[in-house]
């Protein structure tokens, strides 16, 4: 064999090796693609199945209960404590109808406290970064004493509670109308590099809370 053919033989081989990797590297990039896509529709299935229970919590509070002054227990509500304690939760406990199907009343409570800072971008207009440390949350739902979920990196959950004139009230007996504005950072990417904003907000009007 000459060496112009040892040469020729050592350059093919040289190149289907390269070849090879190649591929296996894209096939790997191809598999963490997909993993990543599914572990991130997963929170995100997760996010949105979270807010259906929020709404119909919301919606029926207050049902299974003939007397409207017992929908809240006592020290029910606290929405501001968390927001100067690390290790303090905030509140919001009621009874109504956990299950639409149900005619029993649960005690149905919202927990949610201090669980770091993330930086996000505040600029959602596409120009120039506006990166804010902003304080997150993990938000948890129980009924009847069971935790139903947990949402961590929750930046806001703001609960508004309003007399029949639409005036800001904190007296349970006088709340006809609740609007909650929840945002959570989901990722959009499997190591975390980037995150979206996932905003939801919603207004209730419970028509238990209009009883005489």
């Excluded at 033989?9 to 963490?32: D, N, P």
């Excluded at 199945?49 to 509070?61: G, K, P, T, V, Y």
């Excluded at 120039?128 to 902003?134: A, I, K, Q, R, S």
């Excluded at 939801?200 to 419970?206: A, D, E, I």
């Amino acid at each position: 064999m000459g060496m112009q053919q040892m040469i020729y033989y050592a350059a093919a081989t040289l190149i289907g090796f390269v070849v090879i990797l190649l591929m296996s590297s894209l096939l790997l990039r191809g598999q963490e693609t997909s993993v990543d896509t599914t572990q991130i529709l997963r929170a995100k299935n997760y996010l949105y199945s979270a807010i259906q229970n929020i709404e119909l919590d919301f919606r029926n509070l207050g049902g299974g209960k003939d007397d409207v002054s017992t929908i809240f227990p006592l020290s029910a509500i606290d929405l501001v404590g968390c927001s100067s304690f690390a290790e303090y939760d905030c509140k919001f406990r009621f009874y109504g109808r956990a299950d639409s199907t149900s005619a029993d009343s649960s005690l149905i409570e919202y927990f949610w406290r201090q669980s770091g800072t993330e930086t996000i971008d505040t600029d959602l207009s596409g120009g120039n970064d506006e990166l804010v440390d902003t304080q997150m949350y993990t938000l948890r739902r129980v009924v009847d004493g069971q935790q139903r979920f947990a949402i961590d990196r929750v930046s806001r959950f703001d609960i508004g509670t309003f007399d029949a004139d639409g005036k800001l009230t904190a007296n349970p007996s006088a709340f006809r109308q609740i609007e909650i504005d929840l945002r959570v950072l989901v990722p959009t990417t499997q190591a975390d590099e980037a995150l979206e904003e996932v905003r939801w907000r919603s207004v209730f009007r419970p028509v238990n809370l209009t009883r005489e």
